[in-house]
Nanobody, 123 residues
């Protein structure tokens, strides 16, 4: 059973930094991409940053220059370094993993989500 687990959220003052971690495990053949999303109260979930298996990255305009997504040495891990945090970055941050699974002699692609980690930026 595939699991996606985030960690690293917390309370930070404006201008501060946090590093989120995400690890996917459980019967994965390969990972196509891992992304970070966030959802603030009363708002829709939005893409924050994405990284493919080739290392290509993509960022929301609101976080460009402040956030950096990267992969760990174990390619089933991904990090989100968040600098110069603003109150509007407050949200639950979710990690998603687009993975390839071996299934009945072939391979299928499925998307899994973590449970989310709260990031609060406040003085």
């Amino acid at each position: 059973q595939v699991q996606v687990v985030e960690s690293g959220g917390g309370l930070v003052q404006p201008g501060g930094s946090l590093r989120l971690s995400c690890a996917a495990s459980g019967g994965i053949f390969s990972i196509n991409a891992m992304d970070w999303y966030r959802q603030a109260p009363g708002k829709e979930r939005e893409l924050v940053a994405a990284i493919t298996s080739y290392g290509s990255t993509n960022y929301a305009d609101s976080v460009k220059g402040r956030f950096t997504i990267s992969r760990g040495n174990a390619k089933n891990t991904v990090y989100l370094q968040m600098n110069s945090l603003k109150p509007e970055d407050t949200a639950v941050y979710y990690c998603s993993a687009d993975v390839e699974l071996r299934y009945e002699g072939t391979y299928i692609s499925k998307l899994y989500w973590g449970q989310g980690t709260q990031v609060t930026v406040s003085s």
